[in-house]
């Protein structure tokens, strides 16, 4: 008869094992090279200048092209999965994000959290969990951090439920506390090779873009998107978990698909540096086709020379009339898959 001894496997974090304080050091630090930039290209339509060519990445005053900041942003989230969201029903939410520092390839890249909320759900069987995320590279640098909750199942639904702590968040990062990259300056800015001519003055607070362009998302690509950034939650890849019997596309996935179709209206809102806010409305699955939609919700001065700071709402659909977000019930519209605000860097 077989021995199995001590169990070697890991079946994740349930709800009741998070306790606010709690720091997470996650496994499997990454390094990141070309080949995640040439992958992430392949997967979305990306065609940012400043992340695509090092030629005019060094016309902007950085050394090189960075990797792509939603990149960035999935490999640090990717890191934590197996101890926030291994067993998460959903990704609710995020808040207090900021980039600040840009990766380079053959950075190093390792993810630190702290739980710092916790609140049972009323039907005793989940609970959300608030974490705030840091991203570090190799020197200890803090890349990146961002705030997400979550909803975990209860490993045992007889349990008590904790103390409910929520965290008190700004809705919105003040431009005052967003990171420039060291050198960046968009004086000598080429529009002719960024592919618009629109510049930072040119777009008002209130406007909105519709940005045309549609992708259907398939099994495959989505999935090999996930695995790229070693995101392990079951509810991506297993059909068996989720009482429907379909994979769940990864969130991220529509982040980026849909920060990359608005090139086509946004081509110069060159890095993100700030996400103020974001909801997944409602689940994206296969066979879906994602549009999406910016506003203009403000604008800043940055000290940097050229370069000015916009705040934007970009919203995915898999299909219906763009600028359309709620019902009158104050809920999204069921055709609204992603909801996210954030800052972005354009020449003034």
Not at 280 to 289: D, I, R, V, Y
Request: charged fraction near 20%; aromatic fraction near 8%.
């Amino acid at each position: 008869m077989a021995h199995t001894g001590q169990a070697k496997t890991n079946p994740g974090r349930f709800f009741e094992d998070y306790a606010v304080g709690d720091v997470i050091h996650h496994a499997v630090p990454r390094t990141v090279g070309s080949g995640e930039r040439a992958l992430y290209h392949a997967l979305y339509p990306a065609r940012h200048a400043l992340y695509s060519s090092d030629e005019f990445a060094r016309g902007c005053g950085l050394p090189t092209a960075p990797l792509d900041d939603l990149a960035a942003f999935h490999v640090v989230f990717g890191k934590t999965v197996p101890d926030v969201s291994l067993n998460a029903l959903a990704n609710l939410g995020y808040g207090e994000g900021r980039w600040l520092k840009p990766v380079y390839a053959g950075d190093t890249l390792r993810s630190v959290s702290e739980v710092i909320g916790v609140k049972q759900n009323s039907n005793g069987k989940s609970g959300v969990v608030y974490v705030r995320t840091r991203g570090l590279n190799q020197r200890d640098e803090t890349v990146m951090e961002y705030v997400r909750w979550v909803m975990v199942r209860k490993r045992d639904f007889d349990a008590p439920a904790p103390e409910t702590v929520i965290p008190a968040l700004n809705k919105v990062i003040p431009a005052d506390q967003l990171v420039v990259p060291e050198g960046l300056d968009f004086s000598n800015y080429d529009f002719t090779l960024a592919g618009e001519p629109h510049r930072w003055g040119d777009y008002e607070v209130g406007e909105t873009i519709d940005h045309v362009d549609g992708v259907t998302v398939e099994e495959a690509e989505h999935m090999m998107a996930t695995r790229m950034w070693q995101n392990t939650a079951k509810v991506h890849f297993d059909t068996t978990a989720r009482p429907d019997g379909t994979r769940l596309i990864y969130g991220g996935h529509v982040i980026s698909m849909a920060r990359t179709l608005s090139f086509n209206g946004l081509a110069n809102a060159q890095m993100i540096v700030g996400l103020n806010g974001g909801a997944h409305a409602n689940p994206c699955l296969s066979g879906m086709t994602i549009r999406a939609w910016s506003e203009v919700l403000d604008k800043a001065e940055t000290a940097a020379p050229g370069v000015g700071a916009i705040r934007l709402r970009l919203v995915a659909t898999r299909g219906g009339e763009p600028f359309q977000l709620k019902g009158e019930d104050g809920k999204y519209l069921p055709d609204v898959l992603l909801d996210l605000d954030y800052w972005a860097l354009m020449p003034v």
